[in-house]
């Protein structure tokens, strides 16, 4: 559920509303004294500032916030009785001027926080350069019309040349702003839909989470917690095809129970979850036999391994299991090492071999 703070928060980290300043000057300039819609403008774009917003959220606050005073103390010198329409070139001027000049101290800027590994804070910075890159050229399109327009046809339309000055530099931030907005919207949904993954130590400590999406992109560079599952039933091995989706083995064969822990779940949720997904019940004893750490060019993981064995045949039966199939430790040594069984299965398989299936035998083989 949402709060006020909530939606404050929302409302206020789209980068492009560091526009509105400008938006809301345009629209007044000419319709109140020149100074007035100055001061407004000033107003508006420093009130985050008081309002003690995040630097890296308020960049185009703050530029708009100064390009402001510049432009305020140049009018007396520049610019005749303080002619609304000059008046407001004059600004549009001086803000596409600061925003090439902040655009210099990008790779600084980013610098300074990836040092400090304020994740959060970086997001918000690339978010804010790519308004403000939008916002430069747009608008340095925009005064190089205005300029041409005076210079060919000013003489014979001067209403569009108000029309050009005032009206299309609205449109161009209006446009920006919803546009910004309907990324945000969409960002919003995807994220929602995301699975977040914890990154732990090799002990097993959170110290963060990340997208999964994000981390399968980077591919070893975090380490995340995962889940595995061995079904065992007269000392033979249930195991099936890997999903095609998977990132790791698709196609190979093991255990049908693999799932990895999501954000501030426990291992016991995970274990529900991943049992519910495969069988449609939480129901399945398990035990914990081992952790460790499996690693190759493409993951990264902590893998808790568990086992579960059914010694009723009944009981087996029972389980909704598909598309695999029981193998003895026999045949699976037969096939390890031909491409047959999935990397992870292959190191626990000499592991499950030396403790719990000397102890769970086939039938067969126990006589």
Not at 17 to 22: A, E, F, S, T
Not at 165 to 186: E, S, T
Not at 293 to 301: A, H, L
Request: aromatic content about 14%.
């Amino acid at each position: 559920m949402y709060t006020s703070s909530n939606v404050f928060k929302r409302i206020f980290t789209n980068p492009a509303l560091g526009l509105i300043p400008y938006l809301v000057f345009s629209i007044l300039i000419g319709q109140v004294n020149t100074f007035a819609a100055f001061a407004v403008g000033l107003g508006l774009s420093i009130l985050p500032l008081l309002l003690r917003m995040h630097s890296a959220i308020r960049v185009l606050y703050d530029i708009s916030a100064w390009s402001f005073l510049i432009s305020a103390i140049c009018l007396s010198f520049l610019v005749p009785d303080l002619h609304p329409q000059f008046s407001f070139i004059l600004a549009e001027i001086v803000f596409v001027f600061s925003l090439m000049i902040f655009r210099l101290s990008r790779k600084t800027m980013i610098r300074r926080l990836h040092k400090r590994r304020q994740a959060e804070r970086k997001y918000y910075l690339y978010e804010t350069f790519q308004v403000i890159f939008q916002a430069q050229y747009a608008l340095t399109f925009h005064l190089l019309v205005v300029l041409g327009f005076r210079v060919v046809f000013i003489l014979r339309f001067p209403m569009l040349d108000i029309m050009l000055v005032l009206n299309i530099f609205q449109i161009i931030l209006a446009a920006i702003i919803v546009l910004q907005a309907l990324r945000f919207k969409v960002l919003d949904k995807r994220l929602k839909k995301e699975e977040w993954l914890p990154v732990v130590s090799e002990q097993g400590a959170v110290q963060g989470k990340v997208a999964k999406s994000v981390s399968q992109s980077m591919k070893n560079k975090f380490l995340h917690p995962l889940v595995r599952v061995a079904l065992i039933h007269d000392g033979k091995l249930y195991l099936k095809e890997r999903d095609t989706s998977r990132l790791l083995d698709p196609g190979k064969l093991d255990y049908p129970f693999e799932k990895y822990m999501e954000y501030k779940h426990n291992l016991d949720v995970a274990i529900k979850n991943m049992i519910k997904k495969e069988i449609n019940t939480e129901h399945l004893p398990v035990r914990f036999l081992l952790k460790y750490v499996f690693e190759n060019e493409n993951t990264k993981r902590l893998i808790f391994f568990y086992v579960s064995i059914i010694s009723s045949e009944k009981d087996f039966n029972k389980l909704p299991l598909k598309g695999g199939k029981l193998w003895t430790p026999k045949q699976i040594e037969d096939n390890i090492g031909k491409g047959v069984f999935s990397e992870s299965f292959e190191l626990e398989f000499e592991y499950l071999k030396n403790t719990v299936l000397m102890f769970n035998l086939p039938k067969s083989d126990s006589k």
